[in-house]
């Protein structure tokens, strides 16, 4: 391309620049997907204390489970640190608890590698809704925070949740285990489709 040429290529494609800018419809198009974003649900942080932790790099999918306890009990996340520190872990080994009364409260920090599912743990996040779900039903109310949740982290991992791989239940990757009970595990359909009518990757 000889200087005019080039000269002549770059002025059409500052038009066209400019044209696609000033388009009505490309404009709507960009406040639309702005429109679309999804923000970050509100969450409860509690204060906890946690050894050594290691920074994920990579989230592939995002991994549901349950409490799971014999007394069925609504667990907060600073319980289940409580109990996971007593393991000798690092503290908590999941990303979120979801309540039963729908609050989110934040576990292991999001950035890092959770401690909720063997050899999946370097590429996943884990949320935990507090229940027995070989039991019980989740409520209403964890069932549309763990919506907003989880299509908050498909757009922030530009995550497709037509994927199969997306959203998964512990037992998805687990052989041996029925986590996240086998009422929830039904449920997790709500959650792909909710994620589907709103997440845009
Ligand atoms: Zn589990």
Redesign the pocket.
Known sequence: MNRRTFLQFSTLASFAAIGYFLNPLKLFELQNADARKISEPEMELPDLQFAELELRTQTDSI????S?TENRKDLSAAEVHKYHRNLGWAGIGYHFVIRQDGTIERGRYIDTVGA??YEHNGNTV?I?LSGNFNYDQPTRKQLNSAKKLTAWLCQKYHLDPHSDSTLL???DL?LG?N??GMNLYEDLDELRDFCIRKVRV
Do not use: D, S
């Open positions: 991994v549901i489970h349950h799971g909720h599912c884990g935990c239940g512990h037992r687990i285990t986590c996240p």
